[in-house]
């Protein structure tokens, strides 16, 4: 077992990863560090690489170069010993569709070295932690998609790991199943495991996430508290140009070239044209109101209008 000296604050130590699939660098020498009881989000648009990292920090995929760090082992070569360290749960989840709930655990929890009894023992424990005892005997056909989540996440906690790896762990469930995921993912925090995951939801990120780096084309763009990076980049509030209906093609060019004049950070989405300042707290748009017919309205500013201004792209849609 190697330790090294970043083990004792962080969990997660992970410098200039690399990742290639033939030509393409999916992911391109990302570094960060996540500290013991922290959750950790990534964001990004569809082929940013999020993905692919969490699937190089759970030993499913080989680096390319770079290294990964998990509770001081090297996850390229401390084989069980840090896969036992590490908790995954996948986009899909995976589980055993010809057993119940309690032997798809157990079955885990021996795979990953515990012996029978003590399998049987974290089976309670885990089925208990996670509201999930009535349904010990249920077959996985019975479960909600809610459920079947948990169950997942469940799993994923049989080895007791000091890091949980999830790959968008609400995506596809609705808002009430989502809700107690994320309530069961604050718990777990609050027992002290360190969380890294994606999301495409920002309602997810600024709930959950203590920290988060967002990333496109395999890099990472930004990192920091959720708070911290929209003050950032966005500022504290948007100012949203709302244009009428009947604006015409020439008012918009008009506009936009005031916008690009005035060196403006902006993004259009459909009738709606959005101004952001970083360094203030809310845009003065006075010279833009007269130049096409609009109606101004202000909003706090959130992390979708950050991954415009970084990225060009929204998040996905809820
Ligand atoms: P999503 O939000 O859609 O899940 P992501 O941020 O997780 O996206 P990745 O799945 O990590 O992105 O993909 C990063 C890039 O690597 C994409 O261009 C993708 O097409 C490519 N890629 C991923 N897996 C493979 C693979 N096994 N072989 C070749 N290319 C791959």
Known sequence: MTLTETAVDNVVQVTDLVKMYDEL?????????????????????????????????????PATSGSIFVAGLDVGRSGRDVRNEIGVVTQHDGLDNSLVVHRNLELHGYLAGLSYRDAIQRTKEVLGFFNLEGRANASIHALSGGMKRRLAIARAMMSSPQLLVMDEPTTGLDPQSRNRVWEQLG??????????????????????????????????????????????????????????????????????????????NYSEVGPRVLVTAPRDTKPDVSTLVGLAKMRVTYRPAHLEDVFLVLTGKELRDE
């Open 25 to 61: 660098r999916a992911v391109d020498g990302i570094s960060f560090s996540v500290k013991r009881g922290e959750t950790f989000g990534l964001l990004g648009p569809n082929g940013a690489g999020k993905t692919t990292t969490m699937r190089m920090m759970a030993g499913l995929s």
């Open 187 to 264: 718990a777990l925090k609050e027992a002290g495991v360190t969380i890294i995951m994606s999301t495409h939801y920002m309602i997810e990120a600024e709930t959950l996430c203590d920290r988060l780096a967002i990333m496109d084309h395999g890099n990472i763009l930004d990192i920091g508290e959720p708070g911290e990076v929209v003050q950032h980049h966005v500022g504290a509030e948007v100012a949203v140009l709302n244009l009428s209906e009947n604006v015409t093609r020439e008012e918009r060019a008009v506009l936009r070239r005031r916008l690009d004049e005035e060196k403006r």
